[in-house]
């Protein structure tokens, strides 16, 4: 009898040891026993932590690019400003050159009939004189109006640059703000960090990578896996690889194709 208690005392320890090392969990496995909880809770806060962190560097680059947004149309309102005060002033010299004009040929004409009339007299050497003073003003306007061409000229070229800046930049923000890379995106890996799980990039912001944003590895045509891009400089860039995106057996070389992450190929309809 005595046996038979201590072999149910032994079971009854036995059950409850294991249930509570079944409560207890695997901190390895989330959201099984108290641990495994307390690991999908960890790994939540440090997601809204990256999240957060993310969406202030956005905040920050919408907020420069924004103000240099700002910059370009100031500086347009500007240049419009002296294009407009330009053609004002070239529209006051025509008037003028056509006033003169009109002086000149009114000038001609009365030395012409000062000429009939006084035939050598002293007054009409008075009359040529003017006539000539009338001449050289008007090809000193002529010369003006030749400079605020000009002028005018470069103020709209001018003013065109910054209009295709200013697209640009738009186009810039958009993609920022969108989080993907630009489409066109076709660059290549210039290094592989096993090791480490990353790589780094023979492009940057320079080619339209931005940060946080998903590409794909191409070699021969064909897709091996992804990346995902953790910083960005001017000319490079640096970017994680996604360990389920490898094809089996599958790894990342020096040399595979990168470009911008390409929208899912639906499945057919059965």
Do not use: H
């Amino acid at each position: 009898m005595a046996n038979i208690f201590a072999i149910l005392t032994a079971l009854v320890l036995a059950v409850s040891g294991y249930l509570a090392y079944a409560n207890m969990g695997d901190e390895t496995i989330a959201k099984r026993g108290y641990k495994g909880w307390i690991k999908a809770r960890t790994d939540e806060q440090a997601s809204l932590k990256r999240n957060q962190n993310t969406l202030a560097g956005l905040q920050k680059d919408l907020k420069d690019t924004e103000g240099e947004l700002a910059d370009y149309n100031g500086k347009n309102e500007t240049l419009q400003t002296e294009v407009d005060a330009q053609l004002a002033k070239n529209s006051e010299l025509e008037a003028q050159v056509s006033a003169k004009k009109a002086e000149a040929e009114s000038k001609a004409k009365e030395v012409a009939d000062k000429q009939e009339l006084t035939k050598g007299v002293g007054d009409a050497d008075q009359v040529i004189a003017t006539l000539k003073r009338t001449q050289e003003q008007l090809q000193q306007l002529a010369g003006a109006i030749d400079e605020g061409t000009a002028k005018r000229g470069a103020l709209e070229a001018e003013k065109k640059n910054t209009e295709v800046a200013m697209e640009g930049l738009k186009g810039t923000i958009n993609l920022r703000v969108s989080g993907k890379s630009d489409p066109s995106l076709r660059t290549y890996v210039r290094s592989v960090y096993r090791g480490l799980g990353f790589v780094t990039l023979a492009a940057g912001d320079n080619k339209g990578i931005v940060k946080d944003s998903r590409l794909d590895v191409i070699r021969d045509g064909e897709k091996v896996g992804q990346l995902q891009v953790t910083t960005v400089e001017a000319n490079t860039a640096a970017a994680d690889i996604v360990p389920d995106s490898l094809i089996p057996g599958g790894s990342i070389v020096e040399g595979d194709i990168v470009i911008a992450e390409q929208p899912k190929k639906k499945a057919p309809k059965k």
